[in-house]
Structures are given as structure tokens and as C-alpha cells.
């Protein structure tokens, strides 16, 4: 009677809701880094950006290019997608604040985050020469989410080579996603 009793209550009384500063602590990893991200291309299919590797927390210094994050980063968490097809590459990077940060937007090839590569997959010959495109994203919330984007096939970045809209969108997508899921 008592366990059925505790059941009952437990599904009637909500969970506490974890503060948004403390969320990279408390949360498990396949929360902060889910193994699918949904989106679509320029045409509106859909697409699945599939997660190919979590790395290490490491410090901001590593983790992020300068210029990237403000002065206050307390450590980066980092993971890299690959789209469905296998095409392109997105490493994301969670810059944890001290404080609440400034707004930013920013995209382009902005000072951003680190490429992390994983081998064995789409993402094992993804590194800085390989970084095309990236968006930086904060909402004065105590995150920064960074994304770096290119080819899986190991493609360096040419300066003034066209970049297709669809990586452009990588890149935007998964910064958007994961910075939503942390901060709302």
C-alpha cells in the first residue's frame, strides 16, 4: 500500500526544476547533448543531425577560439554532429558563464568554438582548416553556444569559396536547439 501511495504522490507532485545556471551540472549528458537534433534544409526537408561524439569538459581557453566567448567562461562542453546524410559536420560548443552574459549573435566564420573530431565516423577529419561556418548564440542567459560546421569528408575552408545555405543552417540549427533546450 505504502509503494503504491509514494507512486501516486511522486506522479501528482512536480519535480523540482533545476535553476538554468545549474543545468550543465545537474543535467545528464544525453540531455545537454541529445543523440538527435531535428531541422530541416533550405527546401524544407526534414533532416537529423546525429550526434557522433561528446568530448571532454575542458576550459574555455581550449575549447573555444579566441574572441569567442567573453572574459567569465568557467568551462566548455563540446560535442559534434553530423546531418543525416553525412555530409556535413557541426561541433557545438556550451560555454558556461559565471554570470549572465551579453546577447550575441553572431555568424558567418566568427572566432567561435574548436572543431572536435571523433574517429571512426563522419567527424574523424574534422578540424580547424576544416571549419567553414559557425554561429555564436547567447541570450544573456549564463550559456554561450558556439558551433563550428564543414565537410565530413575532410575538406579545407577556402576564403571566399561559396558556403552552401544548407551548412549555413547546420551550423544555426544545433546552436539553436541546443541553446533553447538549456536555457528555457
Do not use: N
Not at 543535467?27 to 537534433?37: E, K, M, S, Y
Not at 546531418?83 to 558556461?96: E, H, L, W, Y
Not at 541570450?139 to 569559396?161: I, K, L, M, W
Request: glycine content about 10%; aromatic content about 8%.
Amino acid at each position: 500500500m505504502s509503494v503504491v501511495l509514494i507512486l501516486l504522490l511522486s506522479a501528482a507532485w512536480p519535480a523540482p526544476v533545476t535553476p538554468v545556471s545549474e543545468r550543465w551540472r545537474s543535467w545528464p549528458v544525453a540531455r545537454i547533448f541529445p543523440p538527435l537534433v531535428p531541422g530541416h534544409s533550405p527546401s524544407g526537408a526534414r533532416v537529423t543531425y546525429v550526434l557522433a561524439g561528446v568530448a571532454p569538459e575542458t576550459a574555455c581557453a581550449s575549447a573555444f577560439q579566441p574572441g569567442a566567448v567573453r572574459p567569465g567562461c568557467r568551462v566548455a562542453l563540446r560535442a559534434t554532429y553530423a546531418d543525416s546524410t553525412q555530409t556535413f559536420v557541426v561541433t557545438a560548443g556550451i560555454g558556461v558563464l559565471d554570470g549572465p552574459g551579453t546577447p550575441v549573435h553572431r555568424s558567418g566564420r566568427p572566432a567561435t568554438v574548436r572543431p572536435a573530431a571523433f574517429s571512426g565516423g563522419p567527424a574523424a577529419r574534422f578540424g580547424d582548416r576544416q571549419y567553414v561556418t559557425g554561429v555564436v548564440l547567447g541570450s544573456g542567459e549564463r550559456y554561450v553556444v558556439a558551433t563550428a560546421a564543414g565537410y565530413a569528408d575532410g575538406r579545407a575552408y577556402r576564403p571566399g569559396a561559396p558556403v552552401p545555405s544548407r551548412l549555413r543552417g547546420a551550423a544555426r540549427q544545433v546552436a539553436t536547439a541546443l541553446h533553447q533546450a538549456l536555457t528555457r
